[in-house]
């Protein structure tokens, strides 16, 4: 086992002393009050992370101007009335001996001021299109910057007021107010505020050495700061190293370096699945050594291993871990413990952290519901222990087994596979997702340890029932493949998804036709795109909504239908078919009725329905529960969370 002493020796960042290597990175959480204050569940949330170890919290963004609000619940610095709060809030996190320091920002162009006050918002110049609202900015006049700079540094004097360790400036990915102005892919200002680098840098120095007179030259500031930005006309590594450089000698403690710029590779800000690990590290150890002040770096660093080595070999002197801390609040403390296997592991889906706010529901995990939910979601013991049986050892009820074990119950899973995982284990099969499997590994293990018995190879049927006669029945056996209606569908030319990424029959070859561009539709085709010499020859999606792949996290999306671009798989949105026929499918779009043909196979990725035999042959004092895809298709983030749930309800 590598050894992780790197992490856990302490830094010093000005006066911030850090007891370890690791820090939270700053996410939105949407936990705040809607007025701005602090909420008892954002102390809640942020406590969690603390209480489980990381060395240096820092807060989501914290806005200067309440007039430009990042997100509906903004964390507010704009008024001295948000201090009390803020105090409580860093109180708590001290008492787990972490040290804390919030982000501050005016959101400039990614303000959603428009929906919330009717303001437009402000940026380098005019033009410059806010990716949620669509509406553009207005250019910040020249004579409204000093007010903007006096904003920075009476926020900063608050941090300072409620004990904050030190700030944050975000001035990464061409975005944000400070951003927006250090990047020529945004500023073309030619007031002195652009125009070259200088210029450029003009405002953030300004908002800098504001900062240092309001609220101390020992107040430590660090700043958050993309390494590059890899489109055209954007700033390679060689000028971030110089402006680095600049900014440490202008009083910048320490840079906080990711990586990407929005919207053109924003998957490089939130790397999904199947993307490289510590995807920074190269820049941040260039701007380390251009720089010589501390340097720390984030970007899908998960494993306790590769955090010590992005240290011990001087790539950067802190690892930030953002969605990881989501997945497992004490990753620190088990890292530091050497219980790496119990690390609940974030495999990049962004489907709880990002995907679940883009639709409008709570920032939430795959492998922990218990975000944002910390108090409601302890676990307690149960008033009476209970014999349970639960039904399938997909991911909901390996989520119901873990609970029910750990709140007292005696639990017995089967799982008539012989392993674990059941539908979860096709979407692990499909190219660049294989580190999905890491969630049902973790999921069958906890719920091992925490003592429930996981008999695998045997199904739940109406006999063991009646013999066992349990307190409570779990139903979570998970779905079938959906075939749709359609003359044409049972035909011998005809598979499911299911059955092409799982295995259960031969990769189609020639001309092949996929059904359904959800996602697991253009999961499909790519696999039969890249299966090798003698696969497909030409692989068409056939999707009824506008937007193929439409069900995925945004962030991945792109880098999906960029790989089904490069493979040459056509896609083909906006039709409904209406027959599957020996050579293709009969289909209506906006050009009325066509025919497809010319295939040799069809796939069909339509979804699922529930499969629930069980339930109705329950006896008459057992409890049922029907949970996960056997009560209706759902996502797993619901399965997950419904399998946590019902186990405290038992």
């Known amino acids: 086992m590598h050894r992780c002493e790197p992490l856990f020796a302490p830094l010093t960042i000005g006066t911030l002393e850090m007891k370890n290597r690791i820090a939270m990175a700053p996410m939105a959480t949407d936990f705040a009050e809607g007025d701005g204050t602090v909420s008892d569940r954002l102390i809640d949330y942020y406590e969690a992370r603390a209480r489980g170890g990381a060395g240096l919290i820092i807060l989501e963004v914290c806005s200067v101007d309440g007039t430009f609000p990042y997100i509906p619940r903004t964390l507010g610095l704009w008024d001295d009335a948000f201090i009390p709060g803020l105090r409580r809030l860093v109180d708590v996190v001290h008492a787990h001996g972490a040290r804390v320091i919030p982000q501050v920002a005016h959101p400039g162009p990614e303000s959603l001021s428009p929906l919330f006050n009717g303001t437009q918002t402000i940026g380098p110049v005019a033009g410059i299109v806010n990716g949620l609202t669509r509406m553009p900015c207005r250019e910040l006049g020249k004579e409204e910057i000093p007010g903007v700079v006096r904003q920075f540094a009476h926020a900063a004097r608050r941090a300072r007021e409620a004990g904050f360790d030190g700030i944050e400036l975000h001035a990464a990915h061409a975005y944000m107010l400070l951003g927006s102005f250090l990047s020529a892919l945004r500023n073309r200002r030619t007031d002195g505020y652009g125009g ?35 489109v055209p006309g954007g700033r390679g590594i060689i000028e971030t190293e110089y402006l680095a450089s600049l900014f440490a000698r202008a009083g910048v403690a320490a840079f906080h370096v990711s990586g990407g710029v929005y919207p053109d590779l924003a998957w490089r800000v939130i790397p999904p699945t199947g993307t490289p690990h510590c995807i920074n590290a190269e820049g941040a150890g260039r701007i380390r050594r251009a720089a010589g002040v501390p340097v ?30 989501l997945a497992d609040p004490e990753w620190p403390a088990k890292a530091e413990s050497g219980a790496w296997e119990d690390i609940a592991p974030c495999v990049g889906c962004g489907l709880g952290c990002v995907r679940n706010r883009e639709m409008g529901g709570d920032m939430t995990c795959v492998v922990n519901p218990a975000v944002g939910r910390e108090r409601e979601m302890t676990i307690r013991p149960a008033k009476r222990k209970k014999r349970v049986i639960i039904a399938g050892g997909g991911p909901a009820g390996l989520a119901c087994a873990r609970v029910a074990a750990l709140a007292g119950h005696d639990v017995t899973l089967y799982e008539r596979e012989p392993g674990p995982g059941g539908q979860f284990n096709l979407a692990a099969a499909a190219p660049g997702k294989q580190e999905l ?3 049902i590994g973790y999921l069958a293990r906890q719920a091992e340890r925490a003592g429930a018995v996981l008999r695998m190879g045997e199904a739940v049927t109406p006999e063991l029932l009646q013999s066992e006669r349990p307190d409570a029945l779990v139903v979570a056996t998970g779905a079938r493949p959906r075939r749709p209606d359609i003359p044409g569908a049972e035909g011998e030319n005809v598979s499911t998804a299911w059955d092409v990424i799982g295995g259960a029959a031969d990769l189609p070859t020639g001309r092949v036709l996929v059904v359904g561009g959800g996602m697991t539709g253009c999961e499909t085709a790519l696999a039969l795109a890249t299966a090798g010499e003698g696969s497909c020859s030409e692989v068409t999606v056939l999707e009824m909504t506008e937007e193929p792949a439409s069900d995925m996290y945004a962030c991945a999306r792109v880098l999906l239908l960029e790989e089904l671009r490069r493979r040459e798989v056509r896609l083909v949105p906006s039709v409904t078919v209406k027959e599957i026929t020996p050579d293709g499918a009969l289909v209506t779009g906006p050009l009325g009725e ?57």
């Open 296 to 325: 720390m770096v984030v970007g899908r660093i998960l494993e306790p291993a590769l955090a010590a080595r992005l240290v011990e070999r001087g790539d950067a002197d802190v690892a930030v871990l953002g969605r990881a801390l």
């Open 594 to 650: 066509e025919r497809i043909s010319g295939m040799d196979h069809v796939v069909i990725a339509a979804g699922s329905e529930p499969l629930d035999e069980l339930s109705g042959a329950a006896g008459d004092n057992m409890e049922v529960y029907v949970i996960g895809d056997a009560a209706g298709p759902r996502r797993v983030l619901d399965a997950i969370r419904e399998g946590s749930e019902t186990g405290r309800k038992l």
């Open 437 to 439: 499997a890491r969630v």
């Open 196 to 230: 070259g680098i200088t210029g450029r840098c003009r405002f953030p120095l300004e908002v800098l050495r504001a900062i240092r007179e309001a609220a101390g030259e020992d107040f430590p500031v660090t700043m958050r700061i993309s390494a590059d930005e890899p």
